[in-house]
């Protein structure tokens, strides 16, 4: 559910980047191949588009993956990519952690994507998860 908040976010960072290529809501509408009035809706906030619209969107507006999605909630796996990469990036960099704090958090996010990594595996696997399974 999209906030009116990220509604209102969404359709000026859309408004402001149809404009600093200087085309139209037509030409936004041709280049994406579809309606005019689809565009117009997105740019007045009366609704918002689909996410591969939006990957469309900051295709052909040049504009980074995401920029426009995360503004409505969407988040692309090329962003989440990046973002992790950004959590452990951080994690190393920060000067206010030493040694054995940056230990502490790289050995629990390594521990968080195994678990995960295991759920998701369960799952394929058509087992419950390990806490569904202790509550029959």
């Known amino acids: 559910?999209?906030?009116?908040?990220q509604q209102e976010?969404?359709?000026?960072?859309l408004v402001h980047a149809r404009k600093q290529h200087g085309w139209s809501q037509?030409?936004?509408?041709?280049?994406?191949?579809?309606?005019?009035?689809?565009?117009?809706?997105?740019?007045?906030?009366?609704?918002?588009?689909?996410?591969?619209n939006v990957v469309?969107?900051?295709?052909?507006l040049d504009l980074r993956s995401g920029t426009l999605a995360r503004l409505i909630g969407y988040m692309p796996y090329e962003t989440m990519?990046?973002?992790v990469i950004s959590v452990l990036?951080?994690?190393?960099?920060?000067?206010?952690?030493?040694?054995?704090?940056?230990?502490?958090?790289?050995?629990l996010y390594r521990q968080l994507a195994?678990?995960?990594r295991a759920e998701l595996a369960e799952r394929e696997a058509g087992d419950p998860p390990q806490s569904d399974r202790s509550q029959t």
Do not use: C, H, N
């Open 114 to 116: 195994e678990q995960r």
């Open 89 to 107: 990036d951080a994690i190393t960099s920060d000067p206010a952690l030493g040694p054995r704090q940056r230990e502490v958090l790289l050995a």
């Open 81 to 83: 990519r990046d973002e």
């Open 1 to 5: 559910m999209v906030t009116s908040e």
């Open 26 to 52: 037509r030409r936004l509408a041709r280049e994406l191949g579809i309606s005019q009035s689809a565009v117009s809706y997105w740019e007045q906030g009366k609704s918002v588009p689909e996410p591969a």
């Open 9 to 13: 976010a969404f359709r000026q960072a």
């Open 56 to 60: 469309d969107l900051e295709r052909v």
